[in-house]
């Protein structure tokens, strides 16, 4: 089984001249700073670097209320967020419990978004803003030698883990996808790279991080987002779900280790992590039943972070686009 093979096998598309994009796109460690592209960015970039200036509990008391006021303007996005939550809980929650939930998660977003001008200003070390549960398991799967891949749904401040990565390891790469509009994009790359991570385009992944991985490095990727090309069918929450096969194709190509952080909001204010052990990589030949049952333990230690946090994961997102079968009786998450 070579690489070329493992990639026609993903269906990834790959323009012959599109290489990987690592960011080196330079800092000042000073977000309103840098040449803007456009008004908005200009406007962006001031005002987080406005916000970057108070204490993280004034941005949270602002979170939670910009996070209430989009829940209560937004109704697509609202009715999206309800609608998953129906589809995972059932009867077993209350509408007010679910509502409780679905406000958290707005709650959320907003507040992640406040915490960058925040992060930004946090030239040193993250360690005292930062809570982690199981921090030595990453430790132990850095220490095999063989990369180290850590998988992290939209949680809490997803962007941390990485943060307090980059802290720890030599290199630290993060497989992302470039926002529209291109002033978003450009505040993101600046932000990431005032953490120190490498960014690899996601359209053209698999090759860069196979590289990263038998460099020893670590590379960040999403699980709990729908993808449409490179997929495999898993089970996440209890209801079918296309992600993204390329994590366990590369941990069975290059024996690396495999974690599932998440990240959450700790009830002292501190930023706060999770991280499973190691993965073990199921290997016995049969290609498409090894990727399906290396993926499906992934999402269920995803699965079981999101129902032990379930205000801090992003419930607007549409995962679930799969159709079921003609007549099981259930309906189609479209």
């Keep these: 089984m070579d690489a070329t093979q493992d990639e026609n096998y993903l269906k990834l598309a790959r323009p012959p001249d599109y290489l990987a994009t690592v ?27 406005a916000v970057g200036k108070w204490k993280l509990s004034t941005i949270r008391w602002w979170g939670r209320l910009i996070g209430t006021a989009v829940y209560l303007l937004a109704p697509k996005g609202r009715q999206q967020t309800i609608d998953n939550l129906d589809r995972i809980y059932g009867d077993s929650l209350s509408r007010k419990e679910k ?7 707005f709650v959320n977003i907003a507040t ?23 921090f030595e398991n990453m430790v132990e799967g850095f220490n095999k030698g063989r990369g180290l891949i850590i998988l992290v749904p939209h949680m809490g401040n997803w962007e941390i883990p990485a943060r307090i990565t980059a802290e720890m390891f030599p290199v630290i790469n993060a497989v992302t996808r470039r926002q529209r509009p291109a002033w978003l994009a450009s505040i993101l790359c600046d932000f990431r790279a005032f953490n120190k991570m490498n960014e690899i385009d996601n359209k053209n992944s698999l090759r ?18 729908h993808i449409r090309r490179g997929t495999i ?10 992600t993204s096969a390329a994590p366990a ?20 204010g501190k930023f706060a992590a999770t991280v499973s052990k190691p993965v073990e990589t199921i290997v016995t030949g049969d290609r ?19 129902r032990t946090h379930p205000e801090d994961w992003m419930w607007m997102h549409r995962c679930w686009r799969i159709k079921p079968p003609s007549g099981d009786g259930e309906e189609s998450s479209d």
Excluded at 118 to 129: A, N
Excluded at 208 to 225: F, H
Excluded at 249 to 261: D, H, I, K, N
Aim: charged share 25%; hydrophobic share 40%.
């Design 288 to 306: 498409d039943r090894d990727l399906l049952t290396n993926t499906q333990r992934y999402l269920d230690i995803t699965s079981d972070y999101v």
């Design 208 to 225: 860069s991080a196979l590289r990263a991985l038998r460099r020893g490095e670590v590379v960040y990727m999403l699980i709990d987002r």
């Design 99 to 105: 509502v409780r939930i679905a406000k958290g998660s």
């Design 112 to 134: 992640l978004v406040m915490e960058i001008g925040y992060l930004f200003r946090v030239e040193g070390s993250i360690k005292p803003y930062f809570h982690c549960e199981g």
């Design 23 to 49: 960011s080196s796109k330079p800092h000042t460690g000073d977000i309103a700073d840098p040449n803007p592209r456009c008004l908005m960015e200009t406007l962006a970039r001031k005002l987080l670097a």
């Design 249 to 268: 194709l590369l941990a069975m190509r290059t024996g690396c280790s495999v974690v599932v952080a998440c990240s959450w909001r700790h009830p002292s």
């Design 233 to 242: 069918v898993g089970n996440f929450l209890g209801h079918p779900a296309q």
